[in-house]
């Protein structure tokens, strides 16, 4: 089945302790992308990533790290966690350009940082 | 730039039909998606529109107009599962970040 998976689906934790939430898709996508969705902010591009070793800074990068040493996995790293970064994260990834790159999302994880 | 705009919530009754509009700003232009997210869910692919017209899917059709920099979502027969958030979103040239407008909240009553 074509899926992409988030770990974990919830997490509490508290302000400082580095955290990884990992992101894996198996449709031999390019383009992977995280996501924050806020209330009444909608969902806000972190980082992305157009292949293996190519990522870049979305709209929100600040507090957050990638990497993407494999094509099929791309974990979202926040380093020293913040209350402000408490929200729901989805991991996407994409079809090709040429195709919009229409996005495949994760099931999503309910981020809190106390 | 990109900008995207979107009314913040809709309410409709079951059996009717809606019109859930999207205008955008953007440098470029690279296609049109509308995505349906329930609560507390992924939002999911409902179209994608790179030329102008009409495209209809079902109870679901979709609108674009480059020239004007608008597009909507017609949805038709209502149903309650309809009841989600509706997102358009603008997917970017090579380089740019994938741009979401802020969502429209549908709500469908009995």
């Known amino acids: 089945e074509a899926q992409v998976t988030q770990n974990p689906r919830y997490l509490i934790t508290v302000t400082g302790k580095k955290l990884t939430v990992t992101c894996s898709q198996n449709?031999?996508?390019?383009?992977m992308s995280w996501y924050r969705q806020d209330p009444g902010l909608g969902l806000r591009q972190i980082y992305y990533?157009?292949?293996?070793?190519?990522?870049d800074k979305g709209d929100v990068p600040e507090g957050y790290k990638v990497s993407r040493k494999e094509k099929r996995n791309f974990p979202l790293i926040l380093e020293s966690p913040s209350p402000n970064q408490t929200s729901l994260y989805f991991c996407?990834?994409?079809?090709?350009?040429?195709?919009?790159?229409?996005?495949?999302f994760g099931p999503g994880t309910r981020l809190t940082v106390t | 730039g990109q900008n995207i705009d979107q009314p913040t919530e809709m309410t409709a009754t079951e059996g009717a039909i809606v019109q859930i509009n999207c205008t955008y700003q953007?440098?470029?232009?690279?296609?049109l998606f509308w995505y349906q997210q329930h609560a507390g869910e992924a939002p999911t692919f409902l179209s994608y529109?790179?030329?102008?017209g009409l495209e209809e899917k079902g109870r679901f059709s979709s609108f674009l107009s480059r020239s004007k920099g608008y597009s909507y979502l017609l949805l038709k027969e209502l149903q309650m599962k309809d009841s989600a958030s509706y997102l358009c979103?603008?997917?970017?040239?090579?380089?740019?970040?994938?741009?979401f407008g802020p969502g429209t909240r549908l709500s469908v009553l009995p």
């Open positions: 996407a990834s994409g079809l090709s350009l040429e195709e919009g790159y229409e996005q495949y």
């Open positions: 449709m031999n996508h390019e383009y």
């Open positions: 990533s157009m292949n293996v070793e190519v990522t």
């Open positions: 953007t440098s470029g232009f690279n296609g």
């Open positions: 529109n790179v030329l102008d």
């Open positions: 979103a603008v997917p970017p040239d090579y380089g740019q970040n994938f741009v």
